[in-house]
């Protein structure tokens, strides 16, 4: 039987499976969760034994555990290592989403005529990390595994990935490869195949700006003294300049932009404006003068505030200047830029901002370095002769927004380039009410990734 005939008869049961793994809420963020999240581990780890790996097992952490297993060939091949994430971000607002988010269903789209599964997880990441363990089966029950393979697929990407980076210190032989396969990105359209070759890093700061002991009379000592609401506002609405550049000193020192060969292909690459914009409902889009939607995204740095409060927030009104203000900035970074710098930069200069009386506090949240994969190398070659076997037509090297910040840990403590190759698109609702993963995304995964271990052998080998 080919690999390709045992998708085929097996198509069904590939769906039934992925649903059971849709139906463990593993959100990693609530402790309240934590034995859905345990759970949803032990599934994975049984699915990766029935589909013939070996040394199947789950890593405990102080956190969520890690699942690993492995089926070794033959030492002298070279060993793929598939990374993914079981985990899933809350679900809420439960009201937004047209069905349980944990009872996944099929409903068909504009862009999925087909049918989608809606569902939490459905395509960041269950989805796509399981599309991996059936390629895998398919390959080794058909004996058609052309080399090894090892997976890792942890339960707190979501959350930063802290556990994580000492596992791969700890268990740097056992994780030894020559390639990391990922797919946890995007995928331009059904037509045009991408391979996302830049995952931007991040630098998430909370902040408070406090300049009384405590909320006093606002008739009393309102004009005569600074309102924290205020004055937090105006530090932060100063970080950015008119044109949405980013105004701390030093920030864009690290920050190259790819070839004009690359950034022409990006900005040639199939863009809808429209469906981009619909599919949150945003009203109206903003940012860099002369930046193509997908270059503000891919190739810059952003800086936003993601929530801010202080004063009074209750039902009705309450006349206070209040004593403290706060808000959570994040930075989302390209290229080179080190996000314990960019912490640094921003602390320093943030803190310049507010009068002397005020006390500023500045601390880094969590972060991650951005990654940019090498395209001339073997892998990429083999990764875009894949795509283009599956889909007809070259892909387009695509730099992307989203962050996997261990990504470039792997780089640092492995030793191994990534091949982020995504099956999902950036419009199926991740993080969002009503995500979900087209079935004609999931098969098309489940048919490429062989493709790509093809390739791959016979390139190394050439
Ligand atoms: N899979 C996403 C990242 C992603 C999605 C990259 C689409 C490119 C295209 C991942 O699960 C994610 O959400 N990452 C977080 C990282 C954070 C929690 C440290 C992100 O980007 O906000
Ligand atoms: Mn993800
Ligand atoms: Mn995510």
Redesign the pocket.
Known sequence: MTTTQYIDANRDRFLDELFTLLRIPSVSTTTEHDDDTHQCAVHVQEYLVRAGLDKAALYPTDGHPIVYAEKIIDEKLPTILVYG?YDV?PADPLDEWNSDPFEPVIKKTDLHPDGAIFGRGTT??KGQMFLHVKAVEAMIQTDNLPCNVKFMIEGE?????AHLEPFIRKHKEMLKSDVILVS???LLSKKVPSI?VG??G?A?MDVSVQTARADMHSGLFGGAVANPINTLAKMIASLKDDDNKITIPGFYDDVHFPSDRDRKMMRNAPFDEQEYMDSPGVYGLEGREGFHTYERTGILPTLDCNGIWGGFMGEGSKTIIPAKASAKISM?LVSTQDWHKIADQFTEHFKSLAPEYAKVTVTAH???NPYVTPTDTVEYRAAAAAMKDSFGVEPVPMY??????IIAKFKEILEVETI?M?F?F?TDG??SPNEHFGLWNFYKGIETVPGFYKHYVAMKQA
């Open positions: 994430h971000q960041d990441d990407e979501e959350i930063g990935s946890d990105t995007s996302t995952l931007r991040l998430y989302r969590h972060g991650g992307e927004g989203g962050s996997i910040p982020l995504g999902g950036d991740l993080h």
